[in-house]
Protein backbone atom coordinates (compact mmCIF):
# COMPACT_ATOMS: atom_id res chain seq x y z
CA UNK A 1 0.00 0.00 0.00
CA UNK A 2 1.39 3.90 -1.26
CA UNK A 3 -0.56 5.15 1.96
CA UNK A 4 -3.76 4.70 3.90
CA UNK A 5 -5.84 2.61 6.31
CA UNK A 6 -6.23 -0.92 7.94
CA UNK A 7 -8.43 -1.87 10.42
CA UNK A 8 -9.97 -5.42 11.96
CA UNK A 9 -12.19 -3.43 14.46
CA UNK A 10 -13.04 0.19 14.81
CA UNK A 11 -15.12 2.23 17.21
CA UNK A 12 -16.50 5.84 17.31
CA UNK A 13 -18.54 7.59 20.37
CA UNK A 14 -19.17 11.61 20.50
CA UNK A 15 -17.44 13.34 23.12
CA UNK A 16 -20.39 14.80 25.64
CA UNK A 17 -20.08 18.12 27.30
CA UNK A 18 -18.61 19.83 24.42
CA UNK A 19 -20.36 23.76 25.33
CA UNK A 20 -20.64 26.45 22.46
CA UNK A 21 -17.44 27.96 20.63
CA UNK A 22 -17.14 31.81 20.31
CA UNK A 23 -14.79 34.20 19.05
CA UNK A 24 -11.14 33.70 20.37
CA UNK A 25 -11.65 30.60 22.08
CA UNK A 26 -9.17 28.51 22.38
CA UNK A 27 -10.85 25.24 20.80
CA UNK A 28 -7.61 22.92 21.89
CA UNK A 29 -7.68 24.31 25.53
CA UNK A 30 -11.24 24.13 25.53
CA UNK A 31 -12.03 20.45 24.37
CA UNK A 32 -9.27 19.45 26.27
CA UNK A 33 -11.84 18.40 29.33
CA UNK A 34 -14.34 16.88 27.90
CA UNK A 35 -11.66 14.54 25.87
CA UNK A 36 -10.55 13.42 28.45
CA UNK A 37 -13.93 12.64 30.50
CA UNK A 38 -15.01 10.65 27.17
CA UNK A 39 -11.95 8.22 28.21
CA UNK A 40 -8.90 10.39 26.76
CA UNK A 41 -7.21 9.37 23.78
CA UNK A 42 -4.75 7.12 22.82
CA UNK A 43 -2.22 6.50 20.57
CA UNK A 44 -3.82 5.55 16.72
CA UNK A 45 -7.03 7.99 18.08
CA UNK A 46 -8.29 10.59 15.62
CA UNK A 47 -10.62 13.40 16.68
CA UNK A 48 -12.96 14.12 14.53
CA UNK A 49 -14.32 18.02 14.72
CA UNK A 50 -17.40 19.40 12.71
CA UNK A 51 -16.06 22.11 10.97
CA UNK A 52 -18.89 24.94 12.42
CA UNK A 53 -17.22 24.76 16.19
CA UNK A 54 -14.09 25.63 14.37
CA UNK A 55 -15.19 28.19 12.46
CA UNK A 56 -16.90 30.26 15.14
CA UNK A 57 -13.81 30.24 16.98
CA UNK A 58 -12.39 31.16 14.40
CA UNK A 59 -14.79 33.83 13.82
CA UNK A 60 -16.26 32.59 10.36
CA UNK A 61 -19.47 34.28 11.09
CA UNK A 62 -20.97 37.06 9.47
CA UNK A 63 -24.21 38.74 10.00
CA UNK A 64 -26.05 38.87 7.02
CA UNK A 65 -27.56 42.61 8.08
CA UNK A 66 -23.63 43.72 7.70
CA UNK A 67 -24.01 42.52 4.23
CA UNK A 68 -24.51 44.53 1.04
CA UNK A 69 -24.68 42.21 -1.97
CA UNK A 70 -23.10 43.56 -5.43
CA UNK A 71 -25.18 43.11 -8.97
CA UNK A 72 -23.32 39.67 -9.19
CA UNK A 73 -25.07 38.52 -6.59
CA UNK A 74 -28.12 40.58 -6.65
CA UNK A 75 -28.80 38.68 -10.28
CA UNK A 76 -27.67 34.90 -9.07
CA UNK A 77 -29.79 35.04 -6.14
CA UNK A 78 -32.67 36.52 -8.50
CA UNK A 79 -32.37 33.68 -10.14
CA UNK A 80 -31.91 30.69 -7.61
CA UNK A 81 -34.55 32.64 -5.81
CA UNK A 82 -32.35 33.03 -2.53
CA UNK A 83 -31.25 35.73 -0.32
CA UNK A 84 -29.11 38.31 -2.07
CA UNK A 85 -27.07 38.88 1.32
CA UNK A 86 -26.19 34.81 1.49
CA UNK A 87 -25.41 35.04 -2.45
CA UNK A 88 -22.86 37.45 -1.95
CA UNK A 89 -21.38 36.02 1.17
CA UNK A 90 -21.38 32.80 -1.23
CA UNK A 91 -19.89 33.96 -4.04
CA UNK A 92 -16.88 35.55 -1.46
CA UNK A 93 -15.97 32.13 -0.25
CA UNK A 94 -15.48 30.73 -3.72
CA UNK A 95 -13.50 30.68 -7.24
CA UNK A 96 -16.75 29.79 -9.61
CA UNK A 97 -20.43 28.50 -9.62
CA UNK A 98 -20.25 24.96 -10.69
CA UNK A 99 -24.21 24.72 -10.90
CA UNK A 100 -27.32 26.86 -10.27
CA UNK A 101 -30.54 26.89 -10.47
CA UNK A 102 -33.86 27.33 -8.51
CA UNK A 103 -32.97 26.71 -4.58
CA UNK A 104 -29.86 25.34 -5.53
CA UNK A 105 -25.83 27.03 -5.98
CA UNK A 106 -23.29 24.55 -6.24
CA UNK A 107 -19.73 26.13 -6.14
CA UNK A 108 -15.90 25.47 -6.39
CA UNK A 109 -14.77 27.29 -2.70
CA UNK A 110 -11.49 29.24 -2.60
CA UNK A 111 -10.22 25.44 -0.56
CA UNK A 112 -11.04 23.57 -4.06
CA UNK A 113 -14.14 22.15 -2.32
CA UNK A 114 -16.93 21.33 -4.59
CA UNK A 115 -20.50 21.99 -2.67
CA UNK A 116 -23.61 23.69 -2.44
CA UNK A 117 -23.57 27.34 -0.90
CA UNK A 118 -19.82 27.25 -0.89
CA UNK A 119 -20.35 25.42 2.42
CA UNK A 120 -21.84 28.27 4.02
CA UNK A 121 -24.62 27.49 6.77
CA UNK A 122 -27.22 29.71 8.45
CA UNK A 123 -29.04 26.63 10.50
CA UNK A 124 -27.22 26.15 13.97
CA UNK A 125 -25.77 29.46 14.57
CA UNK A 126 -27.91 30.95 17.44
CA UNK A 127 -30.38 32.69 14.84
CA UNK A 128 -31.43 32.94 11.20
CA UNK A 129 -29.65 36.03 10.54
CA UNK A 130 -26.19 35.14 10.93
CA UNK A 131 -23.80 32.50 8.92
CA UNK A 132 -20.82 30.53 9.26
CA UNK A 133 -18.42 30.00 6.81
CA UNK A 134 -16.00 26.86 6.15
CA UNK A 135 -12.40 27.85 8.43
CA UNK A 136 -9.99 29.31 5.85
CA UNK A 137 -7.97 26.94 6.04
CA UNK A 138 -9.17 23.85 7.38
CA UNK A 139 -5.66 21.64 7.52
CA UNK A 140 -3.90 24.66 9.46
CA UNK A 141 -7.36 24.24 11.48
CA UNK A 142 -6.86 20.36 12.39
CA UNK A 143 -3.28 21.32 12.84
CA UNK A 144 -3.55 23.59 15.15
CA UNK A 145 -6.27 21.53 17.08
CA UNK A 146 -3.78 18.16 16.90
CA UNK A 147 -0.93 19.95 18.23
CA UNK A 148 -2.68 20.92 21.82
CA UNK A 149 -4.11 17.30 21.95
CA UNK A 150 -0.55 15.50 21.39
CA UNK A 151 0.29 15.72 24.53
CA UNK A 152 -2.66 13.41 25.39
CA UNK A 153 -1.30 10.50 23.75
CA UNK A 154 2.52 11.10 23.99
CA UNK A 155 4.25 10.83 20.85
CA UNK A 156 1.78 9.42 18.80
CA UNK A 157 0.08 8.66 16.32
CA UNK A 158 -2.70 11.30 16.37
CA UNK A 159 -5.12 12.45 13.67
CA UNK A 160 -7.50 15.48 13.76
CA UNK A 161 -10.03 15.67 10.82
CA UNK A 162 -12.22 18.86 10.05
CA UNK A 163 -15.69 17.75 8.73
CA UNK A 164 -18.64 19.03 7.14
CA UNK A 165 -22.09 17.52 5.70
CA UNK A 166 -22.17 17.85 2.12
CA UNK A 167 -24.84 16.80 -0.75
CA UNK A 168 -23.75 15.44 -3.66
CA UNK A 169 -24.69 14.32 -7.33
CA UNK A 170 -26.67 10.88 -8.06
CA UNK A 171 -27.39 10.10 -5.24
CA UNK A 172 -30.44 11.58 -1.86
CA UNK A 173 -29.27 12.44 1.57
CA UNK A 174 -26.32 14.54 2.42
CA UNK A 175 -23.01 12.42 3.89
CA UNK A 176 -19.98 13.76 6.49
CA UNK A 177 -16.69 14.73 4.24
CA UNK A 178 -12.79 15.57 5.24
CA UNK A 179 -12.44 19.19 5.12
CA UNK A 180 -9.17 19.47 6.44
CA UNK A 181 -6.65 17.12 7.95
CA UNK A 182 -3.83 16.78 10.42
CA UNK A 183 -1.65 13.46 10.82
CA UNK A 184 -3.47 11.27 8.99
CA UNK A 185 -3.67 10.58 4.78
CA UNK A 186 -7.09 11.48 3.23
CA UNK A 187 -7.13 8.41 0.70
CA UNK A 188 -6.23 4.95 0.89
CA UNK A 189 -4.22 3.69 -2.59
CA UNK A 190 -4.01 0.17 -3.43
CA UNK A 191 -3.39 1.11 -7.09
CA UNK A 192 -0.58 -2.03 -7.99
CA UNK A 193 -1.60 -4.34 -5.54
CA UNK A 194 -2.16 -7.58 -6.69
CA UNK A 195 -5.84 -9.18 -5.71
CA UNK A 196 -5.39 -12.89 -4.53
CA UNK A 197 -6.15 -14.25 -7.66
CA UNK A 198 -3.73 -12.47 -9.62
CA UNK A 199 -5.12 -9.67 -10.96
CA UNK A 200 -3.39 -6.29 -10.45
CA UNK A 201 -6.45 -3.73 -8.51
CA UNK A 202 -7.38 -0.54 -10.79
CA UNK A 203 -9.87 1.70 -9.43
CA UNK A 204 -8.53 1.26 -5.89
CA UNK A 205 -8.40 4.40 -4.64
CA UNK A 206 -10.47 5.07 -1.50
CA UNK A 207 -11.19 8.16 0.49
CA UNK A 208 -11.07 6.22 3.79
CA UNK A 209 -11.17 10.02 5.52
CA UNK A 210 -14.74 10.60 4.12
CA UNK A 211 -15.40 7.34 5.37
CA UNK A 212 -14.30 7.94 8.84
CA UNK A 213 -16.20 11.42 8.71
CA UNK A 214 -19.05 9.44 7.82
CA UNK A 215 -18.57 7.05 10.99
CA UNK A 216 -18.33 10.01 13.07
CA UNK A 217 -21.78 11.58 11.72
CA UNK A 218 -23.30 8.73 12.80
CA UNK A 219 -22.93 8.93 16.61
CA UNK A 220 -22.76 12.97 16.21
CA UNK A 221 -25.88 13.29 15.40
CA UNK A 222 -27.75 16.51 13.15
CA UNK A 223 -29.62 18.29 16.12
CA UNK A 224 -27.62 16.31 19.75
CA UNK A 225 -25.24 19.34 20.11
CA UNK A 226 -21.93 17.14 19.23
CA UNK A 227 -20.00 18.62 17.25
CA UNK A 228 -16.55 16.23 18.17
CA UNK A 229 -16.44 12.13 17.91
CA UNK A 230 -13.61 9.97 18.39
CA UNK A 231 -12.40 7.33 16.43
CA UNK A 232 -10.34 4.15 17.60
CA UNK A 233 -8.98 1.17 15.62
CA UNK A 234 -7.39 2.21 12.90
CA UNK A 235 -3.58 2.47 11.61
CA UNK A 236 -2.51 4.42 8.67
CA UNK A 237 0.56 4.79 6.08
CA UNK A 238 1.45 7.86 5.43
CA UNK A 239 0.67 11.46 6.45
CA UNK A 240 -0.52 12.55 2.90
CA UNK A 241 -0.92 16.03 1.83
CA UNK A 242 -4.40 17.33 3.73
CA UNK A 243 -7.72 17.33 2.77
CA UNK A 244 -7.30 18.74 -0.57
CA UNK A 245 -5.99 15.23 -1.95
CA UNK A 246 -9.24 14.32 -1.66
CA UNK A 247 -10.04 17.10 -4.02
CA UNK A 248 -10.41 16.52 -7.63
CA UNK A 249 -8.80 18.68 -10.15
CA UNK A 250 -11.39 20.46 -12.00
CA UNK A 251 -9.78 19.03 -15.22
CA UNK A 252 -10.21 15.71 -14.16
CA UNK A 253 -13.49 16.14 -13.45
CA UNK A 254 -16.22 14.69 -16.11
CA UNK A 255 -19.23 16.71 -14.04
CA UNK A 256 -16.88 20.10 -13.68
CA UNK A 257 -16.89 20.60 -17.93
CA UNK B 1 -37.23 12.30 13.25
CA UNK B 2 -39.62 11.48 10.50
CA UNK B 3 -37.27 7.84 10.23
CA UNK B 4 -33.44 7.42 10.58
CA UNK B 5 -30.47 6.53 12.95
CA UNK B 6 -29.09 7.20 16.28
CA UNK B 7 -26.34 6.16 18.19
CA UNK B 8 -23.90 6.84 20.92
CA UNK B 9 -21.35 4.56 20.32
CA UNK B 10 -20.76 2.56 17.41
CA UNK B 11 -18.08 -0.55 16.57
CA UNK B 12 -17.59 -2.37 13.50
CA UNK B 13 -15.64 -5.35 12.69
CA UNK B 14 -14.84 -7.77 10.25
CA UNK B 15 -16.40 -11.12 9.89
CA UNK B 16 -13.36 -14.00 9.21
CA UNK B 17 -12.96 -17.29 7.34
CA UNK B 18 -15.59 -15.84 4.63
CA UNK B 19 -15.03 -18.16 1.76
CA UNK B 20 -15.23 -18.02 -1.48
CA UNK B 21 -18.83 -18.03 -3.13
CA UNK B 22 -19.92 -19.85 -6.02
CA UNK B 23 -22.68 -20.10 -8.16
CA UNK B 24 -26.08 -21.53 -6.28
CA UNK B 25 -24.75 -21.49 -2.81
CA UNK B 26 -26.89 -20.46 -0.34
CA UNK B 27 -25.08 -17.53 1.03
CA UNK B 28 -27.34 -17.27 4.18
CA UNK B 29 -26.39 -20.84 4.86
CA UNK B 30 -22.92 -20.58 4.10
CA UNK B 31 -22.02 -17.36 6.42
CA UNK B 32 -23.65 -18.68 9.49
CA UNK B 33 -20.86 -20.36 11.18
CA UNK B 34 -18.34 -17.71 10.23
CA UNK B 35 -20.93 -14.68 11.54
CA UNK B 36 -21.23 -16.86 14.95
CA UNK B 37 -17.24 -17.42 14.97
CA UNK B 38 -17.15 -13.94 15.00
CA UNK B 39 -19.19 -13.39 18.22
CA UNK B 40 -22.68 -13.83 17.17
CA UNK B 41 -25.51 -11.22 16.36
CA UNK B 42 -27.54 -9.36 18.50
CA UNK B 43 -30.37 -7.23 17.91
CA UNK B 44 -29.99 -4.12 16.34
CA UNK B 45 -26.96 -5.45 14.78
CA UNK B 46 -26.32 -4.31 10.47
CA UNK B 47 -24.45 -7.40 8.65
CA UNK B 48 -22.77 -5.56 5.81
CA UNK B 49 -21.93 -8.27 2.85
CA UNK B 50 -19.75 -6.77 -0.38
CA UNK B 51 -22.10 -7.15 -3.20
CA UNK B 52 -19.64 -9.52 -5.60
CA UNK B 53 -20.04 -12.40 -3.14
CA UNK B 54 -23.49 -11.94 -3.28
CA UNK B 55 -23.37 -11.78 -7.12
CA UNK B 56 -21.06 -14.69 -7.44
CA UNK B 57 -23.49 -16.89 -5.49
CA UNK B 58 -26.47 -15.36 -7.78
CA UNK B 59 -24.68 -16.51 -11.23
CA UNK B 60 -24.41 -12.62 -12.22
CA UNK B 61 -20.64 -13.74 -13.67
CA UNK B 62 -19.70 -13.31 -17.61
CA UNK B 63 -17.17 -14.89 -19.34
CA UNK B 64 -16.06 -11.92 -21.55
CA UNK B 65 -15.00 -14.66 -24.20
CA UNK B 66 -19.25 -15.70 -24.61
CA UNK B 67 -20.03 -11.96 -25.01
CA UNK B 68 -20.56 -10.90 -28.78
CA UNK B 69 -20.34 -6.87 -28.72
CA UNK B 70 -23.19 -5.39 -30.80
CA UNK B 71 -22.24 -2.16 -33.09
CA UNK B 72 -23.61 0.51 -30.53
CA UNK B 73 -20.74 -1.62 -27.84
CA UNK B 74 -18.38 -1.38 -30.30
CA UNK B 75 -19.00 2.27 -31.43
CA UNK B 76 -18.73 3.35 -27.70
CA UNK B 77 -15.76 1.02 -27.01
CA UNK B 78 -13.72 3.02 -29.52
CA UNK B 79 -14.78 6.29 -27.72
CA UNK B 80 -13.87 5.18 -24.27
CA UNK B 81 -10.98 2.98 -25.75
CA UNK B 82 -11.97 -0.29 -23.83
CA UNK B 83 -12.88 -3.94 -24.34
CA UNK B 84 -15.82 -3.57 -26.81
CA UNK B 85 -17.06 -6.69 -25.17
CA UNK B 86 -17.08 -5.43 -21.49
CA UNK B 87 -18.52 -2.37 -23.04
CA UNK B 88 -21.58 -4.74 -24.44
CA UNK B 89 -22.41 -5.89 -20.45
CA UNK B 90 -22.37 -2.48 -18.96
CA UNK B 91 -24.96 -1.20 -21.52
CA UNK B 92 -26.76 -4.71 -20.75
CA UNK B 93 -27.04 -3.41 -17.33
CA UNK B 94 -27.72 -0.09 -18.16
CA UNK B 95 -30.75 2.04 -18.46
CA UNK B 96 -28.99 5.01 -20.28
CA UNK B 97 -25.31 6.55 -20.39
CA UNK B 98 -24.18 9.06 -18.49
CA UNK B 99 -21.06 10.04 -19.43
CA UNK B 100 -18.40 8.58 -22.12
CA UNK B 101 -14.59 9.74 -21.89
CA UNK B 102 -11.47 8.46 -22.72
CA UNK B 103 -11.33 5.29 -19.81
CA UNK B 104 -14.58 6.58 -18.22
CA UNK B 105 -17.90 5.20 -18.83
CA UNK B 106 -20.67 6.45 -15.79
CA UNK B 107 -23.87 5.19 -16.48
CA UNK B 108 -27.39 4.57 -14.74
CA UNK B 109 -28.18 1.00 -13.94
CA UNK B 110 -31.58 -0.62 -14.05
CA UNK B 111 -31.65 -0.30 -10.56
CA UNK B 112 -31.14 3.59 -11.08
CA UNK B 113 -27.58 3.66 -9.29
CA UNK B 114 -25.07 5.80 -11.15
CA UNK B 115 -21.63 4.69 -11.11
CA UNK B 116 -18.61 3.24 -13.72
CA UNK B 117 -19.71 0.60 -15.70
CA UNK B 118 -22.78 0.35 -14.47
CA UNK B 119 -20.86 -1.88 -11.39
CA UNK B 120 -19.21 -4.37 -13.50
CA UNK B 121 -15.81 -5.30 -12.02
CA UNK B 122 -13.11 -7.10 -13.10
CA UNK B 123 -11.30 -7.72 -10.42
CA UNK B 124 -11.08 -10.04 -7.81
CA UNK B 125 -13.09 -12.64 -9.55
CA UNK B 126 -11.16 -15.62 -10.46
CA UNK B 127 -9.12 -13.86 -13.92
CA UNK B 128 -9.15 -11.24 -16.16
CA UNK B 129 -12.07 -12.63 -18.51
CA UNK B 130 -14.52 -12.87 -16.22
CA UNK B 131 -16.63 -10.11 -15.23
CA UNK B 132 -18.96 -9.57 -12.88
CA UNK B 133 -22.40 -8.07 -12.03
CA UNK B 134 -24.58 -6.25 -9.46
CA UNK B 135 -26.81 -8.74 -8.29
CA UNK B 136 -30.96 -8.06 -10.12
CA UNK B 137 -32.50 -7.20 -6.93
CA UNK B 138 -29.90 -5.96 -4.54
CA UNK B 139 -33.03 -5.40 -2.41
CA UNK B 140 -34.16 -8.82 -2.37
CA UNK B 141 -30.77 -10.57 -2.24
CA UNK B 142 -30.32 -8.45 1.27
CA UNK B 143 -33.70 -9.36 2.21
CA UNK B 144 -33.07 -12.97 1.75
CA UNK B 145 -29.92 -12.92 3.68
CA UNK B 146 -31.67 -11.34 6.39
CA UNK B 147 -34.53 -13.91 6.51
CA UNK B 148 -31.34 -16.46 7.11
CA UNK B 149 -30.03 -14.90 10.03
CA UNK B 150 -32.90 -13.74 11.57
CA UNK B 151 -33.02 -16.76 13.85
CA UNK B 152 -29.75 -15.54 15.17
CA UNK B 153 -30.92 -12.63 16.68
CA UNK B 154 -35.08 -13.82 17.83
CA UNK B 155 -36.96 -10.93 16.66
CA UNK B 156 -34.40 -8.50 15.72
CA UNK B 157 -34.64 -5.95 14.46
CA UNK B 158 -31.44 -6.82 12.25
CA UNK B 159 -30.30 -5.01 9.22
CA UNK B 160 -28.73 -6.77 6.18
CA UNK B 161 -27.08 -4.33 3.73
CA UNK B 162 -25.70 -5.26 0.15
CA UNK B 163 -22.70 -2.90 -0.70
CA UNK B 164 -20.49 -1.50 -3.29
CA UNK B 165 -17.31 0.94 -3.94
CA UNK B 166 -18.71 3.59 -6.12
CA UNK B 167 -16.42 6.87 -7.49
CA UNK B 168 -18.14 10.19 -7.36
CA UNK B 169 -17.82 13.72 -9.22
CA UNK B 170 -15.93 16.12 -7.35
CA UNK B 171 -13.80 14.09 -5.13
CA UNK B 172 -10.91 11.23 -5.51
CA UNK B 173 -11.35 8.28 -4.23
CA UNK B 174 -14.35 5.34 -4.26
CA UNK B 175 -16.52 5.52 -0.97
CA UNK B 176 -18.38 2.43 0.32
CA UNK B 177 -22.34 2.44 -0.68
CA UNK B 178 -25.16 0.66 0.38
CA UNK B 179 -26.93 -0.68 -2.97
CA UNK B 180 -29.50 -3.29 -1.07
CA UNK B 181 -31.11 -2.96 2.34
CA UNK B 182 -33.30 -5.36 4.05
CA UNK B 183 -34.64 -4.09 7.88
CA UNK B 184 -33.40 -0.63 7.87
CA UNK B 185 -33.55 2.96 6.39
CA UNK B 186 -31.35 4.40 4.07
CA UNK B 187 -31.99 7.81 5.24
CA UNK B 188 -31.97 9.82 8.21
CA UNK B 189 -34.92 12.68 7.92
CA UNK B 190 -34.38 15.75 9.87
CA UNK B 191 -36.56 18.04 8.19
CA UNK B 192 -38.66 19.89 10.48
CA UNK B 193 -36.74 19.51 13.27
CA UNK B 194 -35.45 22.94 15.07
CA UNK B 195 -32.06 23.29 16.16
CA UNK B 196 -31.34 24.12 19.62
CA UNK B 197 -31.59 28.16 18.45
CA UNK B 198 -35.22 27.54 17.69
CA UNK B 199 -33.96 27.35 13.94
CA UNK B 200 -35.55 24.81 11.44
CA UNK B 201 -32.55 23.08 9.80
CA UNK B 202 -33.25 22.56 6.09
CA UNK B 203 -30.89 20.55 3.98
CA UNK B 204 -31.00 17.74 6.69
CA UNK B 205 -31.40 14.64 5.08
CA UNK B 206 -28.39 12.55 5.98
CA UNK B 207 -27.45 9.22 3.81
CA UNK B 208 -27.25 7.00 6.95
CA UNK B 209 -26.84 3.53 5.17
CA UNK B 210 -23.91 5.04 2.83
CA UNK B 211 -21.99 6.46 5.81
CA UNK B 212 -22.26 2.80 7.68
CA UNK B 213 -21.24 1.11 3.91
CA UNK B 214 -18.56 3.57 4.61
CA UNK B 215 -17.65 2.10 7.91
CA UNK B 216 -17.76 -1.46 6.80
CA UNK B 217 -15.41 -0.58 4.19
CA UNK B 218 -12.92 0.41 6.79
CA UNK B 219 -12.40 -3.27 8.22
CA UNK B 220 -13.10 -4.96 4.90
CA UNK B 221 -9.75 -3.53 3.26
CA UNK B 222 -9.50 -4.27 -0.32
CA UNK B 223 -7.40 -7.11 -1.30
CA UNK B 224 -7.85 -8.77 2.80
CA UNK B 225 -10.73 -11.06 1.25
CA UNK B 226 -13.22 -9.72 4.12
CA UNK B 227 -16.63 -9.48 1.97
CA UNK B 228 -18.62 -9.48 5.29
CA UNK B 229 -18.93 -6.97 8.40
CA UNK B 230 -21.01 -6.39 11.25
CA UNK B 231 -21.86 -2.75 12.65
CA UNK B 232 -23.67 -2.24 15.95
CA UNK B 233 -24.18 -0.26 18.56
CA UNK B 234 -27.17 1.88 15.98
CA UNK B 235 -30.55 2.11 16.69
CA UNK B 236 -33.01 2.99 13.56
CA UNK B 237 -36.53 4.13 12.81
CA UNK B 238 -39.29 3.32 9.73
CA UNK B 239 -37.77 0.33 7.31
CA UNK B 240 -37.36 2.88 4.54
CA UNK B 241 -38.08 2.06 0.44
CA UNK B 242 -35.11 -0.65 0.13
CA UNK B 243 -31.89 1.09 -1.02
CA UNK B 244 -33.97 2.97 -4.12
CA UNK B 245 -34.39 5.70 -1.92
CA UNK B 246 -30.53 6.58 -1.60
CA UNK B 247 -30.96 7.28 -5.44
CA UNK B 248 -31.56 10.59 -6.71
CA UNK B 249 -34.21 10.35 -9.72
CA UNK B 250 -32.70 11.97 -12.72
CA UNK B 251 -35.00 14.77 -13.04
CA UNK B 252 -34.38 15.83 -9.98
CA UNK B 253 -30.74 15.79 -10.76
CA UNK B 254 -28.54 18.71 -11.66
CA UNK B 255 -26.17 16.98 -12.86
CA UNK B 256 -27.50 14.57 -15.03
CA UNK B 257 -29.26 17.34 -17.46
Redesign the interface.
Known sequence: MISG??????????VEGVGEAHLGDDLGSMLRPALEAAGGLRPWDIVVVTHKIVSKAEGRVVPLEEVRPGAEARALAARVQADPRLVEVILGESRRVV?A?PG?L?TETRHG??C?NAGVD???????EVVTCLPVDPDGSAARLRRAWLPLVGAGPLGVMICD?F???????????AVGLAGLP???D?RG?????G??????????A???A??A???M???A?RPVAVVRG?RWHGQGRGAS????EAGR????Q
Chains 1, 2 share one sequence.
Open positions: FTADRVECWARGVVLVARSNVGGGTGRPFREGGVNVGLSHIVDPHYTLRASTLASDEIGLELVGKVGLELQRDLFR
